[in-house]
């Protein structure tokens, strides 16, 4: 970021983290600069989850641009007219199970996507160095852990699953443009993240609100595939330190030090459920049900984070226990943002693929 009052170029700033990153960066005390959301709005793209930045900073620090990444003209007019100087790639396809039953949309906005903003990036910043395209990816690049190993910066990739693999691609091709072109990039591989506004197709948003309707909390296979959990603020706060001191060309693993496996933590979410809502504390675990396992279902994942710890000072803020209850606490505190996630596309492909299960 080329100072704290820059110009960034959100991408896919509509969806969960995304939006989250822009809550968040309005709220850092040493911003003054202007966001560019630049959202497609797909499926999980939901404008609602910005309306109070939109009330408070719309027009003046905050400009919604409903576009395409893969629209070449349209990103680069974008890039040129609001004179962006640090582009931060969050637009992606997202959902591991959506890429097994349809994985054309992943090549197209992950591949082709990324491609086309590095190639408008280029082509608008030329050789300046004053500028920063930043690179959001996953741990999934890595591929699948066996019981103790860690991911590190330097492991090599190993993709399994339609997204992961279009992720892997795009990460690559954000290094090439770094080592060929000199473009000035960061990029940050992250554990699973779990927060407000997390599109309810992903376990812990699905299982709250399943419960909330009595229904069955579908777990896949044996329920003991492992997965680390971030908070989301954490990943943001994790992008700001990056884009404010990250070195270029560098890679940075963050994750939460936080692994559960699914069933522990489903049961965690039953508790808390019941908690909040009063019920006995076993209450929801009824609502347990094995079901088919997801097909290349990466066993574990589990990030080492010392690289961004020593080197740029972060570390995680929210322990796994505040993060859930945050969590829960604002899923029962906002039934208006789920009935119209519900009203959506969404409700008639979860029909589709986990209802008829
Ligand atoms: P999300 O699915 O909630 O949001 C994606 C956003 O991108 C949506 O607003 C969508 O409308 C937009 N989008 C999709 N295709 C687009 C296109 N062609 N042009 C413009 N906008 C488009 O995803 P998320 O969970 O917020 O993930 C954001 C990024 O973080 C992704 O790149 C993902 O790979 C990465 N990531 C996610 C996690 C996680 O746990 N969710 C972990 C690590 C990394
Ligand atoms: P998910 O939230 O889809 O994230 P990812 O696949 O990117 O890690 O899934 C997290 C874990 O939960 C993963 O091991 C798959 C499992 N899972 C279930 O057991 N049931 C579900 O309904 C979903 C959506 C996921």
């Known amino acids: 970021m080329a100072s704290s009052a820059s110009t960034l170029l959100v991408t896919g700033g509509a969806g969960f983290i995304g939006s989250n990153f822009i809550h968040y960066l309005f709220k850092q005390a040493d911003f003054t600069g202007t966001v560019i959301n630049v959202d497609k709005l797909t499926y999980a793209g939901n404008p609602e989850n910005l309306s109070d930045i939109e009330k408070e900073h719309g027009g003046t620090r905050y400009f919604f641009e409903k576009a395409d990444i893969c629209d070449h003209e349209k990103i680069s007019a974008v890039v040129e007219k609001y004179s962006i100087d640090t582009v931060v790639n969050f637009a ?37 160095q004053d500028v920063l395209f930043h690179h959001v990816s996953t741990d999934e690049v890595y591929g699948s852990l066996g019981e103790t190993d860690f991911f590190h910066e330097n492991t090599p990739y190993a993709p399994r699953s339609p997204y992961s693999a279009s992720k892997a691609a795009s990460d690559h091709l954000v290094s090439a ?9 960061t990029i940050s591989n992250c554990s699973n993240n779990y ?39 954490d990943h943001c706060s994790a992008i700001y330190a990056i884009l404010k001191k990250g070195r270029h060309g560098e890679t940075y693993n963050i994750g939460g030090e936080n692994e559960w496996t699914n069933i522990e933590l489903v049961n965690l979410l039953c508790e808390k459920v019941a908690e909040k809502n009063n019920k006995p504390r076993e209450y929801y675990k009824k609502l347990i049900t094995f079901v088919n396992d997801r097909p290349g279902h990466d066993r574990r994942y589990a990030i080492n984070c010392d690289k961004i710890k020593n080197e740029l000072g972060w570390k995680q803020a929210v322990t796994f226990a505040e993060g859930l209850d945050r969590t829960v606490t604002w899923y029962l505190a906002n039934p208006e943002w789920i009935e119209h996630i519900k009203s959506g596309e969404y409700r008639t492909w979860l029909e589709k693929n986990y209802e008829t299960r």
């Open 92 to 128: 992606a396809e997202s959902h591991v199970d959506r890429s097994i039953f349809g994985p054309k949309e992943f090549i197209q906005t992950n591949i082709v996507g990324t491609f086309t903003l590095l190639e408008a990036a280029k082509k608008v910043w030329g050789a300046r």
């Open 177 to 185: 443009y770094f080592y060929t072109y000199h473009l000035p990039v």
């Open 195 to 233: 927060g407000p506004f997390h599109f309810p197709e992903k376990l812990i948003p699905l299982m709250i609100l399943n419960m909330l309707e009595e229904k069955p909390l579908p777990v896949y296979g044996d329920g003991k595939n492992v997965r680390d959990w971030l908070f989301v603020e």
